[in-house]
Structure formats: structure tokens, C-alpha cells
């Protein structure tokens, strides 16, 4: 039995037949029980909270067993809002943000801009959310697609733009997120428009900005890379901190 991490289906092989059964589910992690007859699931349906889940393959039942809940009262499950903006060419770019919890009519608060895909995690997004920031996923294709990795450059761009019409945006606190091959137009960016970004946040790159050897303005640079990751990845970070 395989999860397909991000997408909402499962693949059961039993001897040699393979199923794709669909449930409708963003997945976090599974599990199976020991008789293999039943998968367990770290889900949500769209942006709701996790809950835990339960797959019957015999019955092909879906239940949820733990219901989604709010985490605790410190925390509040913030509603994304759908946003368009029109680039360059005139072409429709779709996005969604998070405001900040509780925002002060008047106050400026950061944004951190994913340019490249919707982060199907959603409690990374909500917990960024809950912590005073505007969280903005560009999700051209209405979920996280490699197909925008060609346009995820002109597309921040645009929504940067967007941004900076938004009085409660503070221009001088705007970030980058981005995962692996998302590192790469976020190394672009930088490289291009030092002066744009506070900081830049690199989950397992694979592409590193340049560290300029004179810069007035250069952003804050935070990587997070695992023991697991490729020899690659991990030289490359170390290669920039040194540079740095």
C-alpha cells in the first residue's frame, strides 16, 4: 500500500492488482493495521483542520475516527482568501493568502510569498498565519502542479506588485518561501532583486542564490535541510553559508 503524499488518493496493490481509491483526502501520513485491511489516516478535507481518518478496504468505507479540531484556544483556523492579478502579458494570475489573526486596521504586518505551488500542509501555512503574517501560495493551477515552475518567476513578480498596493502589507517585510525545485526561481529572484525581499526561507534547495561580494541590501537567507536529503543539497548549503 502506497500514499500519495499531497493527492487525495491511495494506491492498493493486492498480488498483482493495483487500485487507485479515491478519498477524497489531503494526506499527511497513514498507516496500516497489522491484519492490512484497513488504512489510517493524518488528513483534512481542503483547508479544514487534521483529523484522523480510517479507509476500509473490504467495505470501502470511509470514516473519520478523531474529528478535526482547532488546536487550542490560541489558535484559530484562518479562512484563505481567493485573489487574481493580471501580469505583464495580460494573462490571469490565481492566488490565495492568509491574513495575519486578528489584524489592527492601520498596522503593517510581513508576508511570506510561496511562488510556486498551493502548500498542501496547510498547518505549516495556518500556524505562519496565527503568528502575525500574511502567507500568499500563487496556485495558477488551483493545486500544486509542476506545470508552473516555468511561470513561478513572472508570477511572484506580479503578486510582489499586488502586495505593495496593500496598506497593510509592510513593504519592507516581504519573504520567500519555497521547496526544493521551488529554490530555483527563489534564487532568481534574489539574484536579480536583492533589495525586494527581508528574507528568503530554502526547504532543501536545489539552487542557492549568489552572495554578491559588495551589496547594500541583501536578504536574510534561512535553509532547513534534513539528514535525508542528497549529498547534493546538503554541500550546496554548506557551500552558501560559507559564502555568506
Known amino acids: 500500500i502506497a500514499a500519495q503524499g499531497r493527492f487525495s488518493f491511495l494506491v492498493v496493490q493486492m498480488g498483482n492488482v493495483t487500485t487507485n481509491v479515491s478519498v477524497g483526502l489531503t ?3 497513514y498507516s496500516v493495521s497489522p491484519k492490512r485491511d484497513k488504512a489510517y489516516m493524518v488528513a483534512a478535507l481542503g483547508h479544514s ?3 484522523i481518518w480510517e479507509y476500509d478496504f473490504s467495505q470501502k468505507k470511509l470514516r473519520n475516527i478523531v474529528a478535526a479540531r482547532e488546536p487550542s484556544s490560541e489558535f484559530k483556523i484562518i479562512q484563505p482568501i481567493n485573489a487574481t492579478a493580471t501580469n505583464a502579458s495580460g494573462s490571469i494570475i490565481t492566488y490565495y493568502y492568509l491574513p495575519p489573526r486578528g489584524p489592527t486596521t492601520g498596522k503593517q504586518y510581513p508576508a511570506i510569498i510561496d511562488p510556486y505551488s498551493d502548500q498542501r500542509f496547510q498547518e505549516n501555512f495556518q500556524s505562519i498565519a496565527n503568528s502575525g503574517a500574511f502567507l500568499v501560495s500563487i496556485n495558477r493551477f488551483g493545486l500544486a502542479s ?9 508570477d511572484t513578480m506580479t503578486v510582489y506588485n499586488e502586495l505593495l498596493k496593500n496598506p497593510n502589507v509592510d513593504p519592507k517585510r516581504i519573504y520567500l518561501l519555497g521547496n526544493s525545485r521551488a529554490t530555483e526561481p527563489i534564487a532568481q529572484l534574489v539574484d536579480d532583486h536583492p533589495g525586494f525581499w527581508r528574507g528568503v526561507i530554502l526547504c532543501s534547495p536545489i539552487a542557492f542564490p549568489q552572495i554578491p561580494n559588495h551589496a547594500k541590501q541583501f536578504p536574510s537567507i534561512f535553509i532547513s535541510e534534513g539528514d535525508d536529503d542528497e549529498i547534493e543539497r546538503q554541500q550546496g548549503s554548506e557551500i552558501l553559508a560559507e559564502e555568506a
Not at 509542476?146 to 513572472?154: C, E, N, P, V
Open 146 to 154: 509542476l506545470d508552473s515552475i516555468d511561470t513561478a518567476y513572472d
Open 49 to 51: 483542520p487534521l483529523g
Open 27 to 29: 494526506l499527511r501520513s
